[in-house]
T-cell receptor, first 112, second 115 residues
């Protein structure tokens, strides 16, 4: 069945790059997403990538997709204290009505 | 920037009571969803809704749950007889019908506490 796995915690020093990794099981996934959840807040869509792409860059964010290994990563350059949050990897199929399947989320904490 | 809104932000109810969680999706969106997140667990899909009917529902979405779009702006989730295990954060989401663009925008959530 569909499943998305992520490590639970990541701690990085302010100014360093953060890399959050994710694996998924469903090879028919068409869209892969990264959502950010700050404490007490909702889910903010950060970026997404189509399954026919290898990489997508958006300012400080770089998404890498290895479709063969079903591995997705999110790199945050120059990590700031405001980046502290839970980051969810997610997938969906090729349909407007498709549900999104979320991973457990990776809690990113920033050390001074 | 348009956003999905949800009310109330926090609802406390007694076991066995009915609750209605309300959402106002983004105005030109056509696809609507409910998800829930039990504290410390994954965000789980409950139901999707399009053209005034349910498109897909999960195993969680049993006969105790129902959804409705009573007018042109609101989208509601009703739980008929709440159980302790229904305590969770409930997120509404909506999606525009633009070919090739499948971005689900989420509301801030309603925290439901069943006592």
């Amino acid at each position: 069945g569909e499943d998305v796995e992520q490590s639970l915690f990541l701690s990085v020093r302010e100014g360093d790059s953060s890399v959050i990794n994710c694996t998924y099981t469903d090879s028919s996934s068409t869209y892969l997403y990264w959502y950010k959840q700050e404490p007490g807040a909702g889910l903010q869509l950060l970026t997404y990538i189509f399954s026919n792409m290898d990489m997508k860059q958006d300012q400080r964010l770089t998404v890498l997709l290895n479709k063969k290994d079903k591995h997705l990563s999110l790199r945050i350059a120059d990590t700031q204290t405001g980046d502290s949050a839970i980051y969810f990897c997610a997938e969906s199929m090729d349909s407007s009505a498709s549900k999104i399947i979320f991973g457990s989320g990776t809690r990113l904490s920033i050390r001074p | 920037e348009p956003e999905v809104t949800q009310t109330p932000s926090h609802q406390v109810t007694q076991m066995g009571q009915e609750v209605i969680l309300r959402c106002v999706p983004i105005s030109n969106h056509l696809y609507f969803y409910w998800y829930r997140q039990i504290l410390g667990q994954k965000v789980e899909f409950l139901v999707s809704f399009y053209n005034n009917e349910i498109s897909e529902k999960s195993e969680i979405f049993d006969d105790q749950f129902s959804v409705e779009r009573p007018d042109g702006s609101n989208f509601t989730l009703k739980i008929r007889s709440t159980k302790l295990e229904d305590s969770a954060m409930y997120f509404c989401a909506s999606n525009a019908d633009r070919a090739g663009i499948y971005e689900q925008y989420f509301g801030p959530g309603t925290r439901l506490t069943v006592t």
